[in-house]
């Protein structure tokens, strides 16, 4: 079993609609959850960070960290074409090591 | 500012040839990574630097090497390469404020490496 899950999709969703993507992990010991927006044919950048459990917002993207259920969300509120990416969710461990999930391919058609 | 650079952008080689990526970062970060990335498995940790000199394997080292001469350089070899290498390899940094390790990690933009 992998530390971080992550399904990989495709999540195809009309323009406007609300976009959940979510990870499960099982190591208790993460401190940092990340997501980072990838582009086709482009590395991954920093979208959104959390610290421990709570909420997030930047915008239209709310980060969510439910710590005791080892689950953490990114809601897209008004979705737009140009939101359609692949979007990673990482965790540090106590190395300060990133741990990735797999990656949800997005779609936000028109 | 460039960032994170990767050479090449792209690259065939035949089984057994041996080749070079270099990444450079001009953000004076003192950590830097080597990731593969393959469909479906996400970002896989090779090699990585804790600074200039320094070296360590990550989660699949097998069949590369790595060098750190100079702090803002982090070269990926590959001795033998495989089918199985066949991959998007990316490089990233990320740098140190007050003795802590930061949790972003910048990325290159990838070199696709196809093994034949």
């Known amino acids: 079993q992998k530390e971080v899950e992550q399904d990989p999709g495709p999540l195809s969703v009309p323009e406007g609609a609300i976009v959940s993507l979510n990870c499960t992990y099982s190591n208790s010991a993460f401190q940092y959850f990340m997501w980072y927006r990838q582009y086709s044919r482009k590395g991954p950048e920093l979208l959104m960070y959390?610290?421990s459990s709570g909420n997030k917002e930047d915008g239209r993207f709310t980060a969510q960290v439910d710590k005791s259920s080892k689950y953490i969300s990114l809601f897209i509120r008004d979705s737009q074409p140009s939101d359609s990416a692949t979007y990673l969710c990482a965790m540090m461990d106590s190395n300060y090591q990133l741990i990735w999930g797999a990656g949800t391919k997005l779609i936000i058609k028109p | 500012n460039a960032g994170v650079t990767q050479t090449p952008k792209f690259r065939v080689l035949k089984t057994g040839q041996s080749m070079t990526l270099l990444c450079a970062q001009d953000m004076n970060h003192e950590y830097m990574y080597w990731y593969r990335q393959d469909p479906g498995m996400g970002l896989r940790l090779i090699h990585y630097s804790v600074g200039e000199g320094t070296t360590a394997k990550g989660e699949v080292p097998d069949g590369y090497n790595v060098s750190r001469l100079k702090k803002q350089n982090f070269l990926l070899g590959l001795e033998s390469a495989a089918p199985s290498q066949t991959s998007v390899y990316f490089c990233?940094?990320?740098?140190?404020?007050?003795?802590?390790?930061?949790?972003?990690?910048?990325f290159g933009p990838g070199t696709r490496l196809t093994v034949t």
């Open positions: 959390t610290y």
């Open positions: 990233a940094s990320r740098t140190v404020l007050n003795d802590r390790v930061t949790h972003e990690q910048y």
